[in-house]
């Protein structure tokens, strides 16, 4: 009879989450991992593989904060109120947790968090008369969305940095060449007015608006003479 495991996913998950919002991604090993239980590092492999198996503890323990909005649904919910609230639980998980971003947007996940949250999003879009094909397009427009905002945040021309303030927005956008950024100058003025919240809400309204307006209308066609790519 095997022995009992020592730690649960959870606690593996939040200890090493913990420790990248602390010291960002490079701190996370299985030694710091280790002393962070209080185990020895050797323990640490009989629960995840390596590299790998420690960025996929990260990965899974982002994505599990957007779960309760994934448990706790009503079966008969307008899919776009639906929608929207799935995908701002999952855009407010992501960007509590900057660092995690890369892992999110360059890894496969199959952890059943994600797996739930995305066939949640799926069974909301599917109320809106999309199957198949338009409900893949659906699906990928959305969480791309939200992954691309959280990131575009963080890291776009636009972001600011831990030590910076929204001034430092407009400070940049001044030091620009006005000839040839005038609408980069302009959106920072706005930028610096502005909240993450209200432009992902904006954003999210015209996606909304977008997937509301093009009917269910099966697999479109590329352009003639474009492949499919």
Known sequence: MP???KFSREQLRTAALTLVDAHGLAALTMRSLAAALGTGAMTIYNYVDGREGLEGLLVEAVLADALPAVTDHPEDADWRVETRRLAEANWRAVRAHPDVIPLIL???ITDPATLAHGEA??????RSGRRGADLLYAFRTVTGFV?????AELAGPLSIAPDEDVRA???RAR?????????LIEIAGA???STPEIEFHAGLDVLIAGLESRAATGNPQPPAG???V
């Open 121 to 126: 999003l799926l069974r909301a879009l599917a």
């Open 3 to 5: 022995a009992p495991r």
């Open 226 to 228: 474009q492949d499919r």
């Open 169 to 171: 927005i407009t400070d």
């Open 191 to 193: 930028a610096a007015a």
């Open 175 to 183: 030091a620009l060449p006005a000839e040839r950024f005038p609408y």
């Open 147 to 151: 992954t691309g905002f959280a990131q």
């Open 106 to 108: 360059t890894r496969r």
